[in-house]
């Protein structure tokens, strides 16, 4: 099992649909990364949470720590909103270690 | 906001030549640059952590004498892949940290080796 499953891999949707996208993880953590990739490789850090919520604009991001979940919402979506969108933690032991989700491809059809 | 520029954006070099790739924080200092490595269709790897003035942190698995990296100063990072093999063809990004500015991204280099 990989230390962070996310869900789903892939996501098609139309504008204007509310997104959810799912991270779990298997070892307690003090903090969670929610990055967004771009299609042409650019990446840009979304949220850093460790408990409860944070929106920003359309975006809102939610942990749980103790059911070791995290959640990413997106409202009212766009197609500027497609992208690849990942999770990240650091490993709780030992050295600046990080360990990734492996994506979920969100596409936003007009 | 905080602005970490990465270059080259593209490059293809020869096998058993050198590459550098260069990130740099520009409205920031960065104590701590973070280099990674993607592979088509696969997610991030962190490929090591450096903090300025010190030597680099590798992660498992990646060769500290492949993958040079210099931080010389707090706005600088550098990743030079020595004598570049096919195998190393891939996305190279950086990230950096400073005091307030959480993790912003380079804009990251697709190398290619022929």
């Known amino acids: 099992k990989n230390e962070v499953e996310q869900s789903p891999q892939n996501l098609t949707a139309q504008e204007g649909e509310f997104i959810t996208i799912n991270c779990s993880y298997s070892?307690?953590?003090?903090?969670l990364h929610w990055l967004q990739q771009h299609p042409g490789g650019g990446i840009v850090s979304l949220f850093m949470?460790?408990?409860g919520k944070k929106k920003h604009g359309r975006l809102i991001a939610t942990i749980n720590i103790q059911e070791k979940h995290s959640s990413l919402h997106i409202t009212a979506s766009h197609p500027r909103d497609s992208a690849v969108y990942i999770c990240?933690?650091?490993?709780?032991?030992?050295?600046?270690?990080?360990?990734f989700g492996q994506g979920t491809r969100l596409t936003i059809n007009p | 906001g905080a602005v970490v520029s990465q270059h080259p954006s593209r490059v293809i070099c020869k096998s058993g030549t050198s590459v550098k790739i260069e990130c740099r924080s520009l409205?920031?200092?960065?104590?701590?640059m973070f280099w990674y490595r993607q592979f088509p269709k696969q997610s991030l790897m962190l490929m090591a952590t450096?903090?300025?003035?010190?030597?680099?942190?590798?992660e498992q698995g990646v060769e500290k004498d492949k993958f040079l990296i210099n931080h010389a100063s707090l706005t600088l990072s550098t990743l030079t892949v020595t004598s570049a093999h096919p195998e190393d063809s891939s996305f190279y990004i950086c990230s950096a940290e400073g005091q307030g500015y959480g993790y912003t991204f380079g804009s990251g280099t697709r190398l290619t080796v022929v």
């Open positions: 409205d920031f200092q960065a104590t701590t």
């Open positions: 450096s903090n300025e003035g010190s030597k680099a942190t590798y």
């Open positions: 070892v307690g953590i003090s903090a």
């Open positions: 949470l460790s408990s």
């Open positions: 990240e933690h650091p490993r709780p032991e030992g050295a600046q270690k990080l360990v």
